[in-house]
């Protein structure tokens, strides 16, 4: 599977960006999606996963109620909406395919089996 970002880019604070992660070379649905990003000088971090089999979510604590995590299977995509973004939500984002029909409660960097290249998103004035 090959994935590849885009979307990122410069934005102040409170504003917001719609992120894409295009896949292709295997069949999509059976495959839950994740977002993960990255900070400088830090690990990365989980921030949303999206279930194959029921479409449950999982947001993390920092992002829940500001962004929002959805796919369009007939584009073989899915998308990150984030809303209110702030300084700290900073960081290149991820993302990444596991071949599992449902998120885990908290996803690790361990869980997906493809990645995509990343996207920079810097919050700032």
């Known amino acids: 599977v090959q994935l590849v970002e885009s979307g990122g880019g410069l934005v102040r604070p409170g504003g917001s960006l719609r992120l894409s992660c295009t896949a292709s070379?295997?069949?999509?649905?059976?495959?839950?999606m994740h977002w993960f990003r990255q900070a400088p000088g830090k690990e990365r971090e989980a921030v949303s996963c999206?279930?194959?089999?029921?479409?449950?979510?999982y947001y993390s604590r920092s992002v829940k109620g500001r962004f929002s995590i959805s796919r369009d299977s007939a584009k073989n995509t899915v998308f990150l909406q984030m809303n209110n973004l702030k300084p700290e939500d900073t960081g290149v984002y991820y993302c990444?395919?596991?071949?599992?029909?449902?998120?885990?409660?908290?996803?690790?960097?361990?869980?997906?089996?493809?990645w995509g290249q990343g996207t920079q998103v810097t919050v700032s004035e």
């Open positions: 990444g395919a596991e071949w599992t029909s449902i998120c885990s409660d908290e996803p690790s960097v361990d869980e997906p089996h493809y």
């Open positions: 070379g295997d069949t999509f649905d059976v495959y839950s």
């Open positions: 999206l279930s194959a089999s029921d479409g449950s979510t």
